[in-house]
């Protein structure tokens, strides 16, 4: 089995960045060697609510999907999606999405790992770093 290096991120939303308090809501996963660059998200409006009241649930949720969909999409779909950027390859296109910025959805530091399933790797980082942790039996 070849194993490939990937970097991934998770994605955050800080409702109000002025307090830097955050959700993860999110994963990028990009592999060079194969090609692949996807993401996986998902919303807890509930810890969301949490942290600011008055949150906007729904933007946040547009938001989160439009950067799901500029990873899923390949460049010309991503162009209608992103514009100019969306014509990008998919590495530059995950370093553009992984760049620092101060907005409510933000991504996290770039991790590395090896996969030899880009696709599957993804689910396991949402579910171990996203997903609501199940209750103790």
Do not use: K, W
Not at 55 to 65: F, M, R, S
Not at 69 to 89: I, K, M
């Amino acid at each position: 089995m070849n194993r490939h290096a990937f970097e991934y991120a998770v994605l955050r939303v800080v409702p109000r960045v002025e307090r830097g308090e955050a959700i993860n809501a999110g994963v990028l996963l990009y592999c060079r060697a194969l090609d692949y660059l996807g993401a996986a998200v998902h919303l807890d409006t509930s810890r969301l609510a949490a942290l600011d009241p008055h949150a906007d649930a729904d933007a946040v949720g547009c938001a989160l999907e439009a950067v799901a969909a500029q990873c899923s999409a390949g460049p010309a779909s991503a162009a209608r999606l992103a514009g100019p950027a969306g014509d990008e390859d998919r590495g530059r296109r995950f370093r553009r999405l992984t760049a620092p910025r101060s907005t409510v959805v933000q991504a996290g530091p770039v991790h590395t790992g090896l996969t030899a399933d880009p696709a599957a790797d993804l689910a396991r980082l949402l579910t171990a770093l996203v997903l609501p942790v199940p209750p103790p039996r």
